[in-house]
């Protein structure tokens, strides 16, 4: 019974798990395994809290980037080609769909760290700014502070692009 619950949340919070953590790491390897290790604890704690498990399950995986980024000093945040797969069933739309997803993700890539989190968990993963708080250590008003930033620091970049 357990473990059909936990193919259920699996299946269904997998995605946000994986997209955050490769928006940190943008190696596709990388965050597999972080995701995979993310449910590997969850299902080890087999005690979810009361409150949002996305949001749960995303602080997990946020303990565990911060603890690899400290074991791996060195880390090497190139591309290696590999984006989130998504379904789509026309090979045009899916064109522009990977398209699109690349270059979010390339001007995303650009932001400081902590921007690219608090964008990555409130703008990509659609966390609350309390939610994305509570999973960086932050207060609410510096995740809105950094969000204005980001954002403002994408609108820039975008602008350079098209010129």
């Known amino acids: 019974m357990e473990s059909d619950i936990?193919?259920?949340?699996?299946?269904?919070?997998y995605p946000y798990v994986y997209r955050y953590l490769y928006g940190?790491?943008?190696n596709h390897q990388t965050a597999e395994d972080l995701a995979q290790?993310?449910?590997?604890?969850?299902?080890s704690i087999l005690q979810f809290p009361n409150h949002s498990i996305k949001s749960w399950l995303l602080t997990v995986a946020h303990n565990l980037y911060v603890d690899y980024v400290r074991k791996n000093s060195r880390l090497n945040f190139g591309e290696d080609g590999l984006l989130i797969q998504i379904g789509v069933q026309?090979?045009?739309?899916?064109?522009?769909?990977k398209e699109t997803?690349?270059?979010?993700?390339?001007?995303?890539?650009?932001?400081p760290e902590n921007q690219r989190q608090t964008?990555?968990?409130c703008l990509i993963n659609e966390l609350s700014y309390q939610q994305?708080?509570?999973?960086?250590g932050i207060s609410v008003s510096a995740v809105t502070n950094l969000i204005y930033r980001a954002r403002?620091?994408?609108n820039a970049l975008r602008r350079d692009i098209n010129e």
């Not at 026309?90 to 769909?97: M, P």
């Not at 997803?101 to 932001?111: M, N, V, W």
Request: no cysteine.
């Open 90 to 97: 026309d090979f045009t739309n899916e064109l522009i769909v």
């Open 101 to 111: 997803t690349r270059s979010a993700f390339e001007l995303i890539r650009k932001l």
């Open 119 to 121: 964008v990555l968990l």
């Open 152 to 154: 403002k620091k994408l």
């Open 24 to 26: 940190l790491t943008y």
């Open 6 to 13: 936990f193919i259920k949340i699996y299946e269904e919070f």
């Open 132 to 136: 994305a708080a509570e999973i960086l």
């Open 37 to 43: 290790e993310s449910f590997v604890k969850a299902l």
